[in-house]
């Protein structure tokens, strides 16, 4: 279904919608490695608040990004039923946290906007364009902000 | 895709690591007293082999050491000559130096030069009394055409073809002429070459006939306008030199399939069987431009088939077993996915029991079966990265050879268990800590030549490097026979440098121990050779970053023992297994000294937030890994807890308190920086066996790193072990 979608309309991007804290987010789905269920994370020493720890996927060591903490907002308490989407982030890989999974939806890229210049709220910076399906507003999440940079964390 | 050139390149460097290390052989065989042929014609051979590659990649540097380093040992396999002990070390030299020339020529850095010269000097000093005949004169190197153009990339036997060039003879007469067969390749005529004019200069040079081999031309139909197909048979009758008629073609140098040989009173009578000997498959021809590597290989001369057989079934002992050259990157995948595969059944287990399953039903014998299964599959798949350890103990030969010589003590070179093999990376990283040692025994170990000879020790001193596999580790020991430790000496030095207390009371291994201290250097005169202020605290330092321990064991007068005890490889490591604020953590085993447990007695509060552990006299701090790592805040009291006591490179200890010890087991390693970062005080992250990731510890890390609550201060009394 993918594939037909992507050769009938070029010029329509393919998200994968979630919700965490509450609200709507995507991420492009080309991005997406996998979906899995949450397990329970080794924490890191004097990692930011945010990294949940390191889980094992399949013998491979694969940080954990809480990302409701991320975004600055107010996290899920029902942790288990928290959900982990595999992305690549700029060559690295990486899980994202999150409440629940919810659709795969293609948006034609005309109805992307531009999130308004809003300075005070610090999520903004992670917001790369802005969509409404079905009334609901869709955040695009953009991926490079949301890990820290790598010398942040080599200390 | 990538360019056949320096594919073929490549090749040819790695054919004369291989040759170089049979030269090293046959070298130390005849250092043993050996003057077999055979021996004497490994050597010549190897020398050879790697002239004859060089040559058709033009590195000229290369091929005319060779050179005169093959015209010395022809000298030696003819009988000429015979090499005592000096001159083998002569031998070894010029072998150290075609290493050398060889390495030069591969990273296109600069060769030695200045020490060449000297060398060959000698070498012609120590031949050229023995041989009035000027040898150079019958240099004739193998000239290899290698058409890019055309050529499919060459695989690596055809390398192997380049190293096997048989040896040519060097004892025939010279002066009545020569018998040359010349082949151009195509690279020749597009080149601007023309062989009309080659004729011409050697016509200039003597009495000449040419005759042209046509064999080689395909019917008309199938004639490539742009090849070349004819070669030629020529005889010169002349007086002039080899050397002479090598300059006519000197332009042509790689460009043509060349052999230039003595014309002698047996094949004077002339070339009539010549076509058929130079190429004895006249088909074959048209294909040339793909077998140019092979094509030299035929012998033109029937004068010349004897050694050239002799050479080849000499030749066959030294041949290595059959192997494949696998990318290195392929090894660490299979390497990375057998540790999986070992975290798996580990898991699998685990559940295994959790089901409650009775321990003997089909289910659990089976998986135990598999788990047997899964440990040979991974020691097996460790053994394909191992490689012997032959190629490190080599390279300490020369270290010896040349520290011998620079301190002038007369040292012999032992090795035992070469053939042991050790994860690759092993030997990679052991080389320097290796150098280094060895260089320290030369120098520092043994006594000079005079006061050998008055203690009534043999006037050579011996130096043995062994290898061999102990309970599930390599064991290097490095052994001299010289004074041994002078205990006094290095405590007298200690407690200068101030790095012991003055009354301290400290048992022989104590004082052995000292030497791995840093800024410790016993030598009084700082030498050229070692004592540079890197000491044997950097050597040990190297061999606990390889997870490896080392010790000393001296008798006085008798001589010293480093032993170097390593893990068979650097994928899984031997861990205690630890639980902290509800954690899992991995403290490598060959960090911790000993466990124990606190009391009331054991505990000395220090400042208002920092604690010392008071052990057999000394103190020790305490750190709370929990409150290091940020896991939790500091315990308010530690009478009871279990304590791992931390020894460190640098003679530092410390005691980490921990909540519980699990168990004590393998685990694989698996890197954290390519997912995450660096974490610091964390080296790395495995599986366990419920697949939950538990961190690896990087103690000194962890303790150079700690701060806040507690302030680590060298505690110079502090020695590990």
Redesign the interface.
């Known amino acids: 279904m993918t594939d037909i979608d992507k050769q009938t309309d070029p010029a329509s991007i393919e998200l994968l919608s979630f919700r965490v804290g509450g609200q709507d987010y995507s991420v492009d789905i080309m991005s997406v490695r996998e979906i899995r269920g949450s ?9 930011p608040f945010f ?1 949940k ?4 996927l ?6 954990i990004i809480d990302l409701a903490a991320r975004l600055g907002l107010q996290a899920d308490t029902d942790k288990d039923r928290n959900v982990i989407i595999v992305v690549d982030i700029a060559g ?3 899980g994202l946290m999150v409440d629940a999974v919810s659709d795969i939806l293609a948006i034609p890229s005309e109805d992307m906007q531009l999130p308004p210049d809003l300075a005070a709220d610090e999520t903004r910076t992670f917001v790369s364009a802005l969509t409404i399906v079905d009334g609901r507003m869709i955040r695009i999440l953009d991926l490079d902000t949301v890990m820290p940079p ?1 010398g942040e ?3 | 895709m990538s360019d056949p050139m320096a594919e073929i390149r490549a090749s040819f460097f790695i054919e004369c690591e291989e040759l170089l290390e049979s030269l090293q052989d046959g070298l130390q065989m005849m250092d043993d007293g050996s003057t077999d042929s055979e021996t004497i014609n490994i050597v010549f051979r190897a020398v050879h082999s790697i002239k004859g590659g060089a040559g058709a990649f033009g590195l000229d540097d290369l091929v005319q050491f060779a050179h005169r380093f093959e015209t010395a040992m022809d000298e030696v396999r003819s009988g000429n000559f015979h090499p005592d002990s000096e001159a083998i070390r002569l031998f070894f030299t010029c072998a150290d130096i075609l290493g050398d020339l060889v390495r030069a020529a591969r990273d296109d850095t600069p060769p030695p030069n200045d020490q060449i010269a000297p060398v060959l000097e000698k070498l012609d000093l120590l031949v050229g009394v023995e041989e009035e005949e000027d040898e150079d004169l019958d240099f004739t190197p193998m000239t290899l055409s290698l058409d890019l153009g055309d050529t499919p990339p060459l695989g690596l036997d055809d390398a192997g073809a380049l190293a096997d060039l048989p040896p040519l003879t060097f004892d025939t007469p010279v002066g009545k002429g020569f018998i040359i067969s010349f082949k151009p390749e195509n690279a020749l005529y597009s080149s601007g070459n023309e062989p009309l004019y080659l004729f011409r200069a050697l016509r200039d040079l003597g009495d000449l006939s040419v005759r042209c081999d046509i064999s080689g031309l395909p019917a008309l139909a199938s004639i490539d306008p742009n090849c070349g197909y004819l070669s030629w048979a020529l005889t010169l009758v002349t007086e002039e030199p080899e050397q002479a008629v090598r300059e006519v073609f000197e332009f042509v140098d790689g460009l043509c399939a060349l052999s230039i040989s003595p014309l002698t009173d047996d094949n004077s009578a002339l070339p009539a069987p010549e076509p058929e000997v130079t190429y004895p498959e006249p088909d074959v021809i048209p294909e040339i431009e793909t077998k140019a590597a092979e094509a030299p290989v035929t012998q033109p001369e029937p004068a010349q088939t004897a050694p050239a057989q002799s050479a080849k079934s000499t030749g066959a002992p030294t041949q290595p077993r059959a192997t494949v050259r696998v990318d290195l990157e392929r090894i660490d995948r299979l390497v990375n996915l057998v540790g999986e595969l070992v975290i798996n059944q580990a898991m699998l287990s685990q559940s295994v029991v959790e089901t409650g399953l009775p321990p003997n039903s089909p289910v659990s014998t089976g998986l135990e079966e598999f788990l047997q299964l899964t440990r040979d599959i991974q020691e097996s798949v460790m053994m394909i990265r191992a490689q012997p350890i032959k190629s490190l103990f080599q390279r300490m030969g020369r270290i010896v050879r040349e520290a011998s010589a620079s301190v002038n003590k007369e040292v012999k070179f032992h090795t035992d268990g070469e053939t042991t093999e050790v994860d690759k990376t092993v030997i990679e990283r052991l080389a320097d800590p290796l150098t280094h040692m060895i260089r320290n025994a030369v120098d520092h170990g043994f006594e000079t030549t005079e006061d050998r000879i008055a203690s009534g020790k043999p006037s050579a001193g011996i130096v043995t490097l062994s290898a061999q596999h102990r309970s599930g580790r390599i064991v290097i020991e490095i052994s001299d026979d010289g004074a041994g430790i002078d205990r006094e000496r290095v405590k007298a030095k200690a407690l200068e440098k101030g790095l012991i207390p003055e009354d301290a009371q400290l048992s022989d291994g104590d004082i052995d121990n000292l030497l791995f201290l840093p800024g410790f250097s016993t030598a009084s005169e700082i030498s050229n050779l070692s004592g540079r202020g890197v000491g044997m605290d950097v050597v040990k330092s190297a061999i606990q970053a390889l997870g490896g321990r080392i010790s000393i064991s001296s008798q006085q007068g008798k001589g010293t023992t480093f032993s170097i005890s390593l893990p068979l490889t650097l994928a899984v490591l031997d861990g205690m297994v630890v639980q902290v604020a509800g954690e899992t953590l991995v403290v490598p085993l060959n960090a911790i000294l000993e466990t124990l447990t606190l009391t009331d007695q054991d505990l000395r509060q220090l400042g208002p937030e920092t604690h010392v552990v008071q052990i057999r006299g000394g103190f020790v701090p305490l750190l709370d890994l929990g409150a290091e790592l940020g896991y939790r805040e500091p315990e308010t009291s530690y009478v009871g807890a279990t304590v791992l006591l931390i020894g460190q490179e640098d003679g530092n200890r410390a005691a980490l308190a921990v909540d519980a010890i699990e168990d004590q087991r393998q685990v694989v390693i698996k890197g954290l920086e390519g997912s995450y970062g660096r974490v610091p005080g964390i080296a790395a992250a495995t599986i366990l066996g419920d697949g939950q990731i538990a961190l690896i510890l990087d103690p000194t890390d962890l303790v150079t790193q700690a701060s806040g609550r507690t302030r680590v201060r060298a505690f110079p009394k502090a020695l590990a072990g």
């Open positions: 397990a329970k994370a080794t924490s890191l020493p004097h990692a990294v720890g390191v889980i094992n399949r013998g491979t060591v694969l940080p690295r890989t990486a790598q964390e080599a200390a």
